[in-house]
Nanobody, 115 residues
Framework: QVQLVESGGGLLQAGGSLRLSCAAS????????VGWYRQAPGKQRELVAR???????DYADSVKDRFTISRDNAKNTVDLQMNSLKPEDTAVYYC?????????WGQGTQVTISS
C-alpha cells in the first residue's frame, strides 16, 4: 500500500512558476514508476511527466522545456517544477505511483492559471 499526498497547487497568472510536491509513504527508490498526471475539466486524465526505474524521464510534448520532474530519495518526494505556466495548464494535478504491480493515485491538487 502506498499513500501519496500532493501539495503546492494554487492560483497564479500566466508566465509564473509553481512547484508541486508529492510525498510518498514508501521509499521512492522502491517505486518503479512515479510521476504526475493532470485532468482539466471535460478532458481525460493525461500524463504530464514521470520517472521510470529511477532514471528515465518522460514528458508530455505540451510541457517539455517548461516542466521538470525530480525525485528526492532522502525525503521520499517527487516534485514537479512548472515554469512559464499557461492558462491551458489549468487542471487538477495527480501524483501517481506504480509499485509492486499496482497503481496508486494521490487526491489531487488544483492548479489554476489566469490569462
Amino acid at each position: 500500500q502506498v499513500q501519496l499526498v500532493e501539495s503546492g497547487g494554487g492560483l497564479l497568472q500566466a508566465g509564473g512558476s509553481l512547484r508541486l510536491s508529492c510525498a510518498a509513504s514508501v521509499s521512492t527508490t522502491s517505486i518503479n514508476v512515479v510521476g504526475w498526471y493532470r485532468q482539466a475539466p471535460g478532458k481525460q486524465r493525461e500524463l504530464v511527466a514521470r520517472i521510470r526505474d529511477g532514471t528515465f524521464t518522460d514528458y508530455a510534448d505540451s510541457v517539455k522545456d517548461r516542466f521538470t520532474i525530480s525525485r528526492d530519495n532522502a525525503k521520499n518526494t517527487v516534485d514537479l517544477q512548472m515554469n512559464s505556466l499557461k492558462p491551458e495548464d489549468t487542471a487538477v494535478y495527480y501524483c501517481y505511483a506504480y509499485y509492486r504491480s499496482r497503481a496508486y493515485w494521490g487526491q489531487g491538487t488544483q492548479v489554476t492559471i489566469s490569462s
